[in-house]
């Protein structure tokens, strides 16, 4: 079943036309990677889907339902959860803070919230997640204090908390070490296997993007090149003269 | 509560409880009145420009409106206690209504143009509350004396009904910035694109704390009128009451809560000594020549403020400690 669609849809600023035309499909428990060069869209793109960014025509439809419209908010509340490629979080804000906002934004804040204290069940879901992220140590921690790593990764689990059933990863692994890179994947993989979510990467890392992918869609110049499975897409021509620099030898 | 922070209190309580019968209802305590209301003024502020990260230069547009619709009221109704609950009401509504019409104009848009919406509304009021069609209701240039309710004829007693006031306000203002919406305040203030990825709704929330921060602002006004018996357009000023606030924040320390009350202690006091200086060393009139180079030295050497910089170097002190205990195991 689709979850969420992209029906040629194009995106401009100030006369240049960054996307164009461009389609897409994402079904539930799908895993599909957005590849192509810098400054392909892809960022673009996502920002359309997420709500940053407004689309000049085509339309975007959730669950069948058109979302062109909708603020960048209400997309989150009905379940696309967005990443971003700089990590966006309250750096001021402790990392359990930063979960408890997270957490609570699912939940409705009423009249009584507004002297009151934070309700127990959202405490106990922050020290939850934060367990089983592994950032219980660092809960009192100022989010800009962490490493990147954790950084990512108490961005991930923030989206996590929102109980999303599309995420929209960008770039999940920039500017992570050698190091936190594999534990990033792991986390990735271990999403997709639970199938609750449909998700769209953004990814730089090839050989990333194959391992996850059930489909990749090829981005260049503002335009889908290709789209299909892994094999399918690296055996095309065109891709890997445009993005693969003629040449891939990581599948067949 | 810790023991250190209950013991102050306690210490803080006792003194402003005790300070008219120590030093008698003379300048001292009559300060003090002013120091409440303008505290409790500069504590709504810093809702909005610490805890939010908003920035109006119109905040007397409520602290007037509240003063006005106070002493209209009161006026019309020969100083009933009646007349100042129905004042106090009235300019409650007023500040909603306000604070509601500028949030719809002007808070979708980004935070400088909300400033200048803020300036120019602020302005408009000033103008109105001097003009000569309003006479009939505002008596324009020449303000309203004031009659306040019998009960409220003792110097002793307009302190303790503001005194009463202020401990609302920060009673409230502290429940308010540690409840789930002052966290999501708070979060709106380091990364709004974050907040809104995260599905809040911006707009409700800055306008809520917009409300609030009017609100409190509004009953300050009024109380200013029972402080003084007298309002006239001055407190629709921008240079003595809108940006006068924005210093008491930023001296006392954005952000904090109370340093608002401590900026408005500071600054209030400083006016009130170069007053009385003046009568000897002219130069003395001008006191916002000595606001601005406070303001200076503090943005200098103070840049979080007295209370801002007290609570950085605390923290650091017990990192300090308590990295040297772990040391020491």
New interface residues.
């Given amino acids: 079943m689709t979850i969420l669609e992209a029906i040629e849809i194009s995106i401009g600023y100030r006369g240049h036309q960054v996307i164009e035309n461009a389609s897409l499909k994402l079904d539930q428990g799908q895993f599909v990677s957005l590849i192509g060069p810098n400054g392909a869209g892809k960022t673009t793109l996502l920002n359309a889907l997420?709500g940053?960014l407004r689309i000049q025509t085509g339309d975007i439809q959730f669950e069948g339902k058109s979302i062109a419209n909708w603020?960048?908010?209400?997309r989150?509340?009905a379940g696309i959860?967005?990443s971003?490629q700089a990590v966006?979080?309250?750096?001021?804000?402790t990392t359990e803070?930063n979960i408890?906002?997270?957490v609570?934004?699912?939940r409705r804040?009423r009249l009584h919230?507004?002297?009151?204290?934070?309700?127990q069940e959202?405490t106990a879901a922050t020290r939850q997640i934060l367990n089983e992220i592994g950032l219980l140590h660092v809960a009192r921690v100022a989010a800009k204090a962490l490493s990147h790593g954790d950084k990512r990764k108490l961005e991930l689990a923030?989206l996590l908390s929102?109980q999303p059933r599309v995420l929209l990863l960008d770039e999940p692994t920039a500017g992570m070490s050698m190091t936190e890179t594999p534990m990033m994947l792991k986390l990735i993989a271990q999403l997709k296997a639970t199938g609750h979510y449909a998700i769209l990467l953004v990814e730089h890392k090839i050989d990333m993007v194959m391992q996850l992918s059930d489909r990749i869609v090829v981005l260049h110049q503002g335009h889908i090149l290709a789209q299909g499975t892994p094999s399918e897409v690296m055996n095309d021509q065109e891709v890997t003269n445009a993005y693969l620099g003629g040449h891939y030898e990581g599948i067949t | 509560m810790r023991p250190v922070r209950l013991a102050w209190l306690l210490l803080s309580t006792l003194f402003l409880m005790g300070f008219p019968f120590v030093f008698g209802s003379g300048g001292g305590t009559s300060l003090l009145e002013q120091i409440f209301v303008f505290g409790a003024f500069a504590m709504s502020y810093d809702l909005l420009i610490g805890y939010t990260g908003i920035v109006s230069f119109g905040h007397a547009m409520f602290f007037g409106t509240g003063a006005y619709a106070v002493a209209i009221v009161l006026s019309k109704t020969g100083g009933s206690t009646v007349g100042l609950l129905l004042g106090f009401l009235i300019a409650m509504t007023i500040s909603i209504l306000l604070s509601l019409v500028v949030a719809f104009l002007s808070l979708r848009v980004r935070h400088t143009y909300f400033a200048m919406v803020t300036l120019a509304v602020g302005q408009v009021f000033f103008v109105l509350a001097g003009s000569q069609p309003l006479r009939p209701l505002t008596n324009a240039n020449d303000g309203i004396s004031v009659l306040t309710p019998v009960w409220l004829n003792s110097n002793l007693a307009v302190y303790y009904f503001i005194l009463i006031f202020l401990a609302i306000v920060t009673l409230?203002l502290h429940?308010?910035i540690?409840?789930?919406?002052g966290?999501?305040l708070?979060?709106l203030r380091?990364?709004e694109?974050?907040?809104?990825?995260?599905?809040?709704?911006?707009f409700h929330y800055k306008t809520l704390a917009f409300l609030l921060s009017g609100l409190i602002a509004t009953l300050a006004g009024g109380m200013y009128v029972v402080v003084e018996s007298f309002v006239s357009t001055s407190v629709y000023d921008i240079g003595s009451v809108s940006l006068q606030v924005v210093l008491m924040t930023i001296v006392g320390g954005v952000g904090t809560l109370y340093g608002g009350l401590i900026g408005a202690g500071i600054i209030l006091w400083l006016q009130n000594e170069l007053a009385n200086l003046a009568g000897s060393y002219p130069v003395f009139n001008h006191a916002e020549i000595a606001f601005g180079v406070l303001y200076v030295l503090v943005v200098r050497f103070l840049p979080n403020g007295i209370l801002g910089t007290l609570k950085g170097r605390k923290g650091r002190w017990r990192w300090t400690s308590q990295t040297f205990k772990k040391s020491q195991t």
């Fill in positions: 997420g940053q603020s960048a908010d209400r989150a509340r959860g967005r971003f966006h979080l309250f750096p001021n804000l803070q408890q906002l997270a609570q934004a699912k804040l919230h507004l002297l009151g204290k934070v309700d959202v923030m929102l | 409230f429940r308010f540690h409840s789930p919406f966290e999501v708070r979060a380091e990364n694109s974050r907040a809104k990825a995260l599905g809040y709704r911006i």
